[in-house]
């Protein structure tokens, strides 16, 4: 089964709201990572929340890390049109080098 | 410095037809990871590779194959290829874990 799963929701808001998305994930992780992509490009690392971590920043990010629950959210803040991409979870489980990703929140932001 | 370079960036094959997918990864980084991504399975991971050595396989036939040189950069090949193939394939680098960084992707697409 695939970890990190984004809640599969499509967020539509006006610019200048903040953005909460959530990722869930289901075995022992030894980190978190959120990544942006914009229109079927490559991906863009935003940040990366180690699992002894409960709050991280990042400019206007805000991850959250529950590992009792085994969930995260990314709170985008003051969103802006660039933000305006789909947003993806990945967890790196065993050390491994193998990210798997939730299937990601598509976020729109309308100027 | 560079980034991740993947080439070509777009590709249309024919269904039995083999591909080579190739990247480079930023300069000093070791590992190399694939992913294919596809609106139906999302972003899936391939392998990696780490000084020319396939450390980690994805569940993929082994008609997806990649190799790893003495520069680090990578290549990736599907022989008989399936329309199922047609996707876009995202490679990436990192050191350790502070995150991986994507190149902009091989979009293939198998007629």
């Known amino acids: 089964s695939q970890q990190g799963e984004e809640d599969p929701q499509a967020l539509s808001i006006q610019e200048g709201e903040n953005a909460t998305m959530n990722c869930s994930y289901k075995?022992?992780?030894?980190?978190l990572q959120w990544y942006r992509q914009n229109s079927g490009r490559g991906l863009v690392h935003l940040i990366l929340i180690r699992s002894n971590e409960r709050e991280k920043h990042s400019g206007r990010l805000r991850v959250t890390l529950d590992t009792s629950k085994k969930s995260s959210s990314l709170l985008i803040t003051a969103s802006r049109a660039a933000d305006t991409a789909s947003y993806f979870c990945a967890t790196d489980a065993g050390g491994n080098n193998r990210l798997a990703f939730g299937k990601g929140n598509q976020v729109v932001v309308i100027p | 410095k560079a980034g991740v370079t993947q080439t070509p960036r777009y590709l249309i094959k024919t269904r039995g037809q083999q591909v080579t997918l190739s990247c480079s990864p930023i300069s000093g980084h070791r590992s190399v990871s694939w992913y294919q991504q596809t609106p139906g399975q999302g972003l899936q991971f391939l392998f990696e590779?780490?000084?020319?050595?396939?450390?980690n396989k994805g569940n993929f036939p082994g008609r997806f194959s990649g190799r790893q040189f003495s520069n680090s950069r990578s290549e990736m090949n599907v022989s008989t290829l399936e329309l199922g193939d047609s996707a876009l394939y995202l490679c990436?680098?990192?050191?350790?874990?502070?995150?991986?960084?994507f190149g902009s992707g091989t979009r293939l697409t198998v007629v």
């Open positions: 590779y780490f000084s020319e050595t396939q450390r």
């Open positions: 075995t022992s992780i030894n980190n």
């Open positions: 990436a680098s990192s050191t350790s874990d502070y995150g991986y960084t």
